[in-house]
T-cell receptor
Framework: SQKIEQNSEALNIQEGKTATLTCNYT??????LQWYRQDPGRGPVFLLLIRENEKEKRKERLKVTFDTTLKQSLFHITASQPADSATYLC??????????FGGGTRVLVKP | DGGITQSPKYLFRKEGQNVTLSCEQN?????MYWYRQDPGQGLRLIYYSQIVNDFQKGDIAEGYSVSREKKESFPLTVTSAQKNPTAFYLCASSIEGATGDTQYFGPGTRLTVL
């Protein structure tokens, strides 16, 4: 069966360090992978999109990698700040524009 | 939250009652979506619409119904047939519904069945 797995345990990290989140998938051949940020009680907000033929994408302090051989995407927040504390969701885009979401990983950046 | 509004933010319903959640967008987007989110879980697609007067079932459509009579509006009705309706409901839209389109989400409605 198709699965998208993100670490369900919260990631606690010290301010200034790099947070690395993992998104693994099975039985998908995604054309795109997207990352969203969700704050408690709010809707997700789009952060980055990476295509299957791209290895890496950057936006300010964020970096995403996409390895279709390993079936994995890594999401990095460099020089993390307390304001980065949120849940981060990965989503695969396969057929059409139907997004399939992972369960999300909560990040807590401590000052 | 962009140009998508959902109302109400909190909704309480008695068992056996139907309830309609509102979703309006002023982004001129063609495609709209409804998701359900349960604690600690990802978003699951209920229904989506890529054009006015047309919509398709998502992964968990049973017990739900939608309409798309206007481009700006995509209301979701949670019927009494939905066995476990308590959840956080999110509406989203995208420009065309094409592969890779970014989705813009509303603030969500939290539905609680008493």
């Amino acid at each position: 069966s198709q699965k998208i797995e993100q670490n369900s345990e919260a990631l606690n990290i010290q301010e200034g360090k790099t947070a690395t989140l993992t998104c693994n998938y099975t039985n998908y051949s995604p054309a795109y992978l997207q990352w969203y940020r969700q704050d408690p009680g709010r809707g997700p907000v789009f952060l980055l999109l990476i295509r299957e033929n791209e290895k890496e994408k950057r936006k300010e302090r964020l970096k995403v990698t996409f390895d279709t051989t390993l079936k994995q995407s890594l999401f990095h927040i460099t020089a993390s700040q307390p304001a980065d504390s949120a849940t981060y969701l990965c989503a695969l885009v396969a057929a059409g524009n139907k997004l399939t979401f992972g369960g999300g990983t909560r990040v807590l950046v401590k000052p | 939250d962009g140009g998508i509004t959902q109302s109400p933010k909190y909704l309480f319903r008695k068992e056996g009652q139907n309830v309609t959640l509102s979703c309006e967008q002023n982004l001129n987007h063609d495609a709209m979506y409804w998701y359900r989110q349960d604690p600690g879980q990802g978003l699951r697609l209920i229904y989506y619409s890529q054009i006015v007067n047309d919509f398709q079932k998502g992964d968990i459509a049973e017990g739900y119904s939608v309409s798309r009579e206007k481009k700006e509006s995509f209301p979701l009705t949670v019927t009494s047939a939905q066995k476990n309706p308590t959840a956080f409901y999110l509406c989203a839209s995208s420009i065309e519904g094409a592969t890779g389109d970014t989705q813009y989400f509303g603030p969500g409605t939290r539905l609680t069945v008493l």
